[in-house]
């Protein structure tokens, strides 16, 4: 007996992940995910689950109206890919438009890995925005 999700089951899991990450549901992604559950972005260096869900408030907080549309889901023989837009209107008032592909992995119905893969030159505006926002709290600091 196989404890691998049915191809309907992953295909459900992937939507209630990526809802509850557009929603800030951290609860609901640590009930989704395995405790060791590792994400890789572009084939960077593995992050934890605390370390993705900070990226990813840090995102929500400086786009708003943040989505995914446009998805497509795929089950795999070992979990799901998912493709999508990720969207949201930048501070400056630019809508922001990436396409991401995101490779899942799923032992005993949890999500165990994650590799996320999508054009760094259409995200540079994000990932300045996000350095900005990381780095303000430091410039901060009393003298």
Known sequence: MTSDPTPAAAIR?????????????????????????????????????ATLLRFSSRVRQVLTDFRYEDCRRVATSHGFVEEHRVRGTLPDGEAFDLAACIVADLHQGRITGLREYFDSRDSSALARLLAEAQAAPQSRAPR
């Open 13 to 49: 899991l992937a939507r209630r992940l990526f809802q509850a990450f557009q929603d800030g549901d951290d609860d609901t992604v640590h009930a989704l995910c395995a405790p060791d559950c590792r994400a890789v972005q572009n084939g960077g260096r593995p992050m934890s689950m």
